[in-house]
């Protein structure tokens, strides 16, 4: 759990403070931000991780507790960040091959322990969480005895505003986000020019081929919401069109009538749980690593095993008469046929937007595409087309490269450190 918190600290401040058991209470204040290098720092992490992973068993009776799988898995993860070496000014210089041959075997070995989910929908669902596909999970609950259970914090402002939630309509998709659920005649993405047209609304659903995941992902005004055909939004569900759009996040909601569903005034939440690893992960890390060592080749299988199972991954994605609700078209890739040759920059294209739908809203497109060194181009350029959907609301957007990639040090923490702490560089 610490090297967890740490992981997250390091993606997004860079620089961080290490503090584990060795150090004296007392000691901390004299503890800086720079003691250790970037990849220092990397390698500490991943120490941790590969302790938890040998001492902890595979599998553990309670469920959510953390088992050497899951450590295993982590440590895929940090090794498969810090193979990305990144300079002062946060631009990848190095990509280390030898932490990529590990994130390889490791995912391996995973593979033996868990599956991809029969149906997409099953990681977003009270009633089949903790599946064959996940791997961490926090573990939420309600009326557990404490005075407002251990709900999804982190999701309670990200309801709609209808009357049967009421609150808060955040966390709301981007028209390029769902844009980029597009896909052309032959079911493949549409890397060039899915911006180049706007889905608006369940008529758009069904009148362009799109990759099934967009209605896992996305509530579309007149699409059912969270596989309930009877539960249809419309513009009063939408906290501001005008500034924010019309699309509503669901990965992370429950429906008002699932038990699991709870209201902490004026909030709502639910016990469902969250993952922070579930096996598709492990896929499309894997097919990273080895797409990142030029052996592209052993990749396509991997992704194409995710996109076959958002092909499969229609069943609950109908209306009240029990049709589709959007044009699903969606294909592997086969070189040649399909596709042009299965080259690693073709491969490299194909694995960043696969991770990109696959786990559209679930807080990790950021930390790829900083890791990647691609940050600054890709958000410069959304916000170029998307700035002029919302009004004012992104008239002065813009990211700055060798600064916007991590967050800034805060002041209150240097001035309590005595100006110990040193800043991020562009701050």
């Known amino acids: 759990m610490r090297a967890h918190f740490y992981f997250e600290l390091k993606i997004l401040f860079k620089k961080i403070p290490f503090v584990d058991e060795n150090d004296e209470i007392d000691n901390y204040i004299n503890i800086s931000n720079t003691v250790y290098t970037d990849q ?33 898995a982590y440590l895929a993860k940090a090794l498969l960040y810090s193979a990305y070496e990144q300079n002062e000014k946060h631009e990848v210089v190095n990509i280390n091959t030898a932490k990529l041959e590990e994130v390889v075997e490791l995912c391996k ?39 407002r259970g251990r709900l999804d914090w982190g999701a309670m402002l990200n309801y709609p505003m209808n009357t049967e939630y009421g609150c808060c309509g955040f966390h709301q998709p981007s028209q390029n986000m769902v844009n980029a659920f597009r896909t052309d005649d032959s079911g493949l993405p ?26 896992h992902t996305v509530g579309v005004l007149g699409a059912p919401y969270k596989y309930d ?54 896929v499309l890390w894997q097919a990273e690593a080895l797409i990142e060592l030029n052996r592209q080749a052993e990749a396509l299988g991997l992704i194409n095993a995710v996109r076959s199972r958002a092909a499969e991954s ?16 969606i294909s592997a890739y086969q070189p040649g046929i ?28 950021f930390f790829d595409l900083v890791r990647w060194g691609i940050a600054a181009e890709t958000v410069n350029e959304y916000f170029a087309v998307e700035k002029s959907r919302r009004g004012s609301y992104m008239s002065e957007a813009r990211f700055t490269k060798n600064r916007d990639e991590y967050f800034p040090v805060p002041k209150n923490q240097i001035n309590f450190s005595k100006k110990l702490y040193e800043q991020n560089y562009g701050w």
Not at 46 to 51: A, H, K, L, Q, S
Not at 59 to 72: F, P, V
Not at 111 to 119: H, P, Q, V
């Open 190 to 215: 549409l890397f060039d020019t899915f911006n180049e047209k706007s889905l608006l609304n369940s008529d758009d659903l069904l009148a362009n081929n799109i990759d099934p995941r967009l209605n």
């Open 109 to 147: 070995e995973l593979s033996s322990e868990y599956s991809l989910a029969g149906d997409f929908a099953e990681n977003f669902l009270c009633e089949t969480e903790n599946g064959i596909e996940s791997i961490f999970a926090i573990q939420h609950s309600h009326n557990d005895g404490t005075l």
């Open 338 to 365: 399909n596709c042009p040759a299965w080259t690693q920059e073709f491969a490299r294209q194909a694995l960043r937007w696969e991770r990109r739908l696959e786990f559209s809203q679930e807080g990790v497109r």
């Open 229 to 282: 055909p009877t539960f249809i939004p419309d513009s009063s569900w939408i906290r501001d069109p005008q500034t924010y759009g019309c699309f509503m996040s669901m990965k992370e909601t429950v429906l008002p009538d699932c038990p699991c569903f709870a209201q902490a005034a004026p909030f709502m939440s639910s016990s469902k749980n969250r993952d922070v690893i579930r096996y598709a992960n492990v």
């Open 314 to 329: 229609t069943a609950r994605l109908v209306d009240i008469q029990g049709d589709p609700t959007g044009l699903f078209v």
């Open 40 to 72: 220092e720092l990397w390698d500490l992490i991943i120490d941790e991780f590969r302790y938890a992973a040998t001492v902890l068993p595979a599998r553990q009776d309670e469920i959510g507790r953390a088992n050497g799988n899951m450590a295993k």
